[in-house]
């Protein structure tokens, strides 16, 4: 596709449920991120993949975050025993890597509401 | 003192007029610089990226940098109402490449 595509773009779970969300980048780009946006905050960043690097998971809040990417390409964020301080926007972005650029482009979001 | 720093606002300007953002950083080896413009509700998109000190144009926006007071800044030129947006500064730091990101501030283009 043309852009970063996220699914499923609104999510609402029970507490306790294991979520998945997944991202589709740009192709080409071979840097992909999650990030976490809270109503009103700022981005938190949580993962970031390069190529066929080993990831920067340093962002990730807890043991019940994890993510892959797989081939390359498509990557799924995976969230076990949801919480509610879980809920908020997760937000994928991919560039073309190289550690030296921050041109991000961003995909629409995956809204999560943990009830 | 924080990574990247930008005041929250609003700031409020009325339209035709010219709209200054301001970020500053910590990391005095940062080389890369990028705004992006975020609209209530949705992602954020790069609107600017900047490498060198100066100014740098693209259309009504420029970015300026002066590495040497470690602060970059977006002038917004002409300010409509579609500019009412929030602005986030991210900074790629220069000791661990980490792209550092501002909370962003919150512009009202007042018609």
């Known amino acids: 596709g043309a852009g970063v595509s996220q699914s499923p773009s609104n999510k609402v779970t029970e507490k306790g449920k294991d979520v998945e969300l997944r991202c589709d980048p740009i192709s080409g780009h071979t840097a992909l991120y999650w990030y976490r946006q809270s109503l009103g905050q700022g981005l938190e960043f949580l993962i970031y993949f390069q190529g066929n690097s080993a990831p920067d998971k340093s962002g990730l809040p807890s043991d019940r975050f994890s993510a892959e990417r797989t081939g390359g390409s498509v990557s799924t964020l995976t969230i076990q025993r949801t919480q509610q301080e879980d809920s908020a926007v997760y937000l994928c972005?991919?560039?073309?890597?190289?550690?030296?650029?921050?041109?991000?482009?961003f995909g629409e979001g995956s809204r999560l509401t943990v009830l | 003192q924080k990574e990247v720093e930008q005041n929250s606002g609003p700031l409020s300007v009325p339209e035709g007029a010219i709209a200054s953002l301001n970020c500053t950083y910590s990391?005095?080896?940062?080389?890369?610089f990028f705004w992006y413009r975020q609209y209530s509700g949705k992602s954020p998109e790069l609107i600017m990226s900047i490498y060198s000190n100066g100014d740098k144009e693209d259309g009504r926006f420029t970015a300026q940098l002066n590495k040497a007071s470690q602060y970059v800044s977006l002038l917004i030129r002409d300010s409509q109402p579609s500019d009412s947006a929030t602005y986030l500064c991210?900074?790629?730091?220069?000791?661990?490449?980490?792209?550092?990101w501002g909370l962003g501030t919150s512009l009202a283009v007042n018609p």
């Open positions: 972005a991919s560039s073309l890597g190289d550690i030296n650029t921050g041109e991000l482009f």
């Open positions: 991210a900074v790629r730091t220069g000791n661990n490449r980490k792209l550092i």
């Open positions: 990391d005095r080896g940062s080389q890369s």
